[in-house]
């Protein structure tokens, strides 16, 4: 089985970018399943027309994070749209975190969780979650794909090896800097994170010169203006044996001229 998994969409550059790539990507990997994390669509959050454009763009899931919750006009989609997954650890919020999915006529779980480190809305302990909802995942599903939306290296790296060997794909979401290091441990593949599909100059999606002046004024960083330009896309591909191993992880990283 053949996954397509896609960092955070970043403001508008970012999902005319995804617009513009993800059908020939999925062409060319013959992707049998295609993931994209949208929580910064709308630069913070994502609206529903977002949704529907990620959707019409080739995403068969999408997956959500922190963000997603700042945009209120999502909260009544997300409950209602199987499709449209957020951290399974915040149990409070709307919607769901965790769904099954029916590719090349097999049943694919996928879970999303959110880290703790530097993360709103408290989410629960993923690390005590993560057990029971992936025990959950596999009664159905041999194949079970997690995106870890979470800011630090280390808790996404700790997750690796709890997940090592009981899952088909781990990837990290949330920092939109894509890491060297894919891998594949145990018939698990994992990626410390997929990178965003932004625009290409930028300060992780955020325009450089208000970047800039927010660091130098010493504020907090705040994500308010998105420039124009061409976009970057990144994330992954992977193949996934009958008995659920990951057989095959490469990093996608790509320009994209709009
Ligand atoms: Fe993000
Ligand atoms: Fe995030």
């Given at each position: 089985m053949n996954i397509l998994f896609m960092g955070d969409v970043a403001g508008e550059t970012g999902l005319r970018g995804l617009e513009k790539a993800l059908p020939e990507l999925r062409r060319s990997y013959a992707a049998d399943l295609t993931l994209v994390?949208?929580?910064?669509?709308?630069?913070?959050g994502m609206t529903p027309e977002q949704a529907d454009r990620i959707f019409y763009a080739g995403a068969d899931v999408i997956t959500l994070g922190?963000?997603?919750?700042?945009?209120?006009?999502?909260l009544d989609r997300i409950d209602r749209d199987e499709r449209i997954l957020r951290?399974?650890?915040?149990?409070?919020?709307?919607?769901?975190?965790r769904g099954i999915f029916e590719a090349r006529h097999r049943d694919v779980g996928v879970l999303v969780l959110s880290g703790?480190?530097?993360?709103?809305?408290?989410?629960?302990n993923p690390f005590i979650a993560v057990d029971k909802e992936i025990a959950e995942l596999k009664k159905s599903c041999s194949t079970v794909l997690v995106d870890?939306?979470?800011?630090s290296t280390s808790e996404k790296i700790a997750m690796r090896y709890a997940l090592e060997g009981k899952v088909s794909l781990l990837v990290g979401t949330h920092t939109h800097v894509q890491t060297a290091d894919e891998q594949i441990r145990g018939g698990t593949g994992y990626i410390t994170d997929l990178g965003?599909?932004?625009?290409?100059?930028?300060?992780i999606g955020v325009d450089p010169a208000w970047a800039l002046e927010q660091f130098r004024s010493g504020k907090?960083?705040?994500?308010?203006t998105w420039p124009e330009g061409d976009a970057a896309i990144s994330g992954v591909f992977c193949e996934i044996g009958n008995?659920?191993?990951?057989?095959r992880i490469e990093r996608i990283l790509k320009n994209v001229k709009l």
């Open positions: 994390n949208g929580e910064n669509a709308a630069g913070v922190n963000h997603a919750f700042d945009r209120r006009e999502i951290p399974a650890n915040l149990p409070r919020l709307p919607g769901r975190g703790r480190f530097g993360m709103d809305y408290s989410p629960d870890f939306h979470a800011e965003m599909c932004g625009p290409e100059d930028s300060v907090a960083f705040t994500a308010k008995d659920g191993k990951c057989v």
